[in-house]
Each structure stands twice: as structure tokens, then as C-alpha cells.
């Protein structure tokens, strides 16, 4: 099971960081990918990476903002937000894949965990 956590509310020009934590398993084989979804909108990908961190996706709106990471040791994936901005407002939800490289296609995820609101006022 994943679960992420980290969201709140922050004026434009902070910065929030998402965890992801998975209980019962292990993360360390798997591609983990993080999505948003705005209210009344289809999930988007913000980025993904490989089980070795060393393949990383970025979708253009968070290439040079978002920086994603991840420790098998402690079983977490992390998405540093900076320079948010009032468009990326919405809930973040992590993802777990074991088929394929770092994508942005939500099909490929198999896992899915409950996601968490971030809210960024203007």
C-alpha cells in the first residue's frame, strides 16, 4: 500500500515536499512515478524514476522546480516542490510500476496510493 504525504497549503513561491511510503513492500525494484489531478481535470504526470534513481522523467511544467528522489533504504520517494505556483494546485498521488522505465503514461502504474492536497494561493 502507498501513501503519500507532505501536502498543505503555501503561497505561491514556496515550497512543499512529498513523501511517498509504502507499507508491506518494498519499493526498491519498482519505477515510482508521481501524478497530479485537478479538480475537474485528468491526472497528469509530474515525474518519475527508475529503481536506481538514476533514470528521471520530468513533465515540462515541473522541469527545474521538482526534483524527485528516492531511498531504498528507508522504502520513500520524495518530490521536492519549489516555486510553486497557483497552476500546480491539486492532489498528488504516487505510483509504482515493475514493467517499464520512468514514463508519464498512468497505465503503466500498477500500484497506486491515496494522494495528498497541495493547495498554492496566489
Known amino acids: 500500500q502507498l501513501q503519500a504525504s507532505g501536502g498543505g497549503l503555501v503561497q505561491a513561491g514556496g515550497s512543499l515536499r512529498l513523501s511517498c511510503a509504502a507499507s508491506?513492500?518494498?519499493?526498491?525494484?519498482?519505477?515510482m512515478g508521481w501524478f497530479r489531478q485537478a479538480p475537474g481535470e485528468e491526472r497528469v504526470f509530474v515525474a518519475a524514476?527508475?529503481?536506481?534513481?538514476?533514470?528521471?522523467n520530468y513533465a515540462d511544467s515541473a522541469t527545474g522546480r521538482f526534483i524527485i528522489s528516492r531511498d531504498n533504504a528507508e522504502n520513500t520517494v520524495s518530490l521536492q516542490m519549489n516555486s510553486l505556483k497557483p497552476e500546480d494546485t491539486a492532489i498528488y498521488s504516487c505510483?509504482?510500476?515493475?514493467?517499464?522505465?520512468?514514463?508519464?503514461?498512468?497505465?503503466?502504474?500498477?500500484?497506486w496510493g491515496q494522494g495528498t492536497q497541495v493547495t498554492v494561493s496566489s
Open positions: 505510483a509504482a510500476d515493475d514493467k517499464y522505465r520512468p514514463n508519464a503514461c498512468p497505465r503503466t502504474y500498477d500500484y
Open positions: 508491506g513492500h518494498t519499493l526498491s525494484t519498482y519505477t
Open positions: 524514476i527508475d529503481w536506481s534513481g538514476r533514470i528521471i
